[in-house]
């Protein structure tokens, strides 16, 4: 009885330490991919949370866990990047006056949309950025504070095909950030790896 028992000791301890089939490697490829924190705006250490802010910010995590770009970390001092998800609203007028209150240091590339179409803004911050890193109206002190912002706009084709029920602007809105946010990444992993070692 004991051989048996040491057996399936020994098949237990061979699965733990190799862990579930088809995934050996996955723990060296990990560090490889730029790791991203994805907040809130924050004033003085608080979250500026709502209710619309922190479901967008589930959509934004949810989409980018997706992808295979980034790996999401928990912790602020565990990322490579920083990406604050800013806002949701409707229309030109009220994204333009969002952008217009932003640090001037903070890239951001013109959009356009319709009055009825919705957008999720998020902004990446990478570098000694300090509060800045999650609020795109204060100005970090650093010159190597690296900021930019996304907007992310629901896919107008997939919207009107769908039927009223199954349409989510929300998260097609926060697909579209996330394809852009993975575009950036991707370009950038090199340089964001050997700026957090």
């Given at each position: 009885m004991v051989p048996r028992v040491a057996g399936v000791f020994a098949i237990v301890v061979?699965?733990?330490a190799t862990g579930p089939a088809g995934t050996a490697g996955v723990a060296e490829e990990l560090p490889n991919r730029a790791a991203l924190f994805v907040t809130l705006p924050m004033t003085n250490g608080f979250s500026d949370a709502t209710d619309a802010l922190v479901e967008t910010q589930g959509l934004v995590r949810e989409a980018l866990g997706t992808g295979e770009a980034v790996r999401l970390v928990d912790r602020l001092q565990d990322s490579d990047a920083v990406?604050?998800?800013?806002g949701r609203g409707t229309g030109y007028a009220e994204l333009t006056a969002a952008l217009q209150e932003?640090?001037?240091?903070?890239?951001?590339?013109?959009?356009t949309l319709r009055a009825s179409e919705r957008y999720?803004?998020?902004?990446?911050?990478?570098?000694p950025c300090g509060e800045a890193a999650t609020s795109a109206t204060r100005q970090s002190k650093s010159a190597s504070c690296y900021r930019k912002i996304f907007v992310g706009l629901g896919d107008r084709d997939v919207r009107q095909r769908a039927s009223k029920a199954a349409r989510n602007p929300w998260a097609a809105c926060a697909d579209a950030l996330?394809?852009?946010?993975q575009a950036w990444v991707t370009e950038n992993a090199?340089?964001?790896?050997?700026?957090?070692?």
């Open positions: 061979a699965f733990i990406l604050t998800v800013l932003l640090d001037p240091n903070v890239v951001a590339s013109p959009f999720i803004e998020a902004m990446i911050a990478v570098g996330t394809k852009d946010v090199s340089r964001l790896l050997a700026l957090h070692r």
